[in-house]
């Protein structure tokens, strides 16, 4: 069963607040909209899902884990966890979109 340590998490916040490959330091508006979206990402992610459902979203995006290997940590299939995901991505696009 994969071991995701404090030090992932570490790195996946610390990932979301370092400008990406093409974005510059430097705010401009293109960079503004697209961090400010990234932010209201996060916070709805913060606010909105549990501890298991932000566990299945960094294990699936973060650390690229297989739908079967983040089955086994969340003790569920791997059809549970797609379902899972499609659900968390619907809410998270609502409440961002209306939030």
């Keep these: 069963m994969p071991n995701v340590s404090h030090q992932s998490t570490i790195a996946v916040e610390a990932a979301h607040d370092t400008p990406r490959a093409g974005e510059s330091a430097s705010p401009h508006a293109?960079?503004?909209?697209?961090?400010?979206?990234?932010?209201?990402?996060?916070?709805?992610?913060?606010?909105?899902?549990?501890?298991?459902?932000?566990l299945l979203m960094i294990l699936w995006h973060a650390e690229?884990?297989?739908?079967?290997?983040?089955?086994?940590?969340?003790?569920?299939?791997?059809e549970q966890v797609v379902n899972m995901h499609d659900m968390i991505i619907e809410r998270l696009r609502r409440t961002v979109v209306t939030g």
Excluded: C
């Design 30 to 54: 293109n960079a503004d909209t697209t961090r400010a979206g990234a932010t209201d990402v996060r916070e709805a992610m913060m606010r909105d899902l549990s501890h298991e459902e932000r």
């Design 64 to 78: 690229k884990m297989t739908r079967a290997e983040i089955a086994a940590v969340l003790h569920t299939t791997a």
